[in-house]
């Protein structure tokens, strides 16, 4: 079993829609989430950043950690083209190599 | 958030040169920073973590004394590809972890075309 799955995508909405992008780990042991958003030929962005469980917003972005289940997900609301690129989840912590998913594949359609 | 930066963005050499890459963390210090390669359309790959002032730990596969890695200070880490061949061409990527982030934050990249 991958310690983090992420399904690759591609995911194809229309542009105001809600996103949910989602990974499963398998490591209890961890306490940090990250969600970077990369662009083709660009190094990825932080977008959010989670310690434990719980919920975070940043604007139209919603990070929600349930540890429980293992189980990340990222939430778009009222999506831009703009926002078309790949969508890594990541785990850490971060003085550590990240344990990355494969990326989902984004694009928001006008 | 954190800016990191990376020079040049992207550079063309002949086989069997060697390049410097340069990661420099602009407003933090970075007591940890990581160097990945990505092929197109695939994942991020791992190539060595460095400490600041200590010798850097390759992943299995990579080699050291091909790929250089230096972390002298806490805002810059290099990558030296030394005597570069077309299969060494790719994006590499640095990461920087610093407190108070206690997360990562990436550079642009740097695209080596090696002819």
Known sequence: QKEVEQDPGPLSVPEGAIVSLNCTYSNSAFQYFMWYRQYSRKGPELLMYTYSSGNKEDGRFTAQVDKSSKYISLFIRDSQPSDSATYLCAIGPGNTPLVFGKGTRLSVIA | ?115
């Open chain 2, 1 to 115: 958030g954190a800016v990191v930066s990376q020079h040049p963005s992207w550079v063309i050499c002949k086989s069997g040169t060697s390049v410097k890459i340069e990661c420099r963390s602009l407003d933090f210090q970075a007591t940890t920073m990581f160097w990945y390669r990505q092929f197109p359309k695939q994942s991020l790959m791992l190539m060595a973590t460095s400490n600041e002032g200590s010798k850097a730990t390759y992943e299995q596969g990579v080699e050291k004394d091909k790929f250089l890695i230096n972390h002298a200070s806490l805002t810059l880490s290099t990558l030296t590809v030394t005597s570069a061949h077309p299969e060494d061409s790719s994006f590499y990527i640095c990461s920087a972890y610093g407190t108070p982030s206690n997360t990562q934050y990436f550079g642009p990249g740097t695209r080596l075309t090696v002819l």
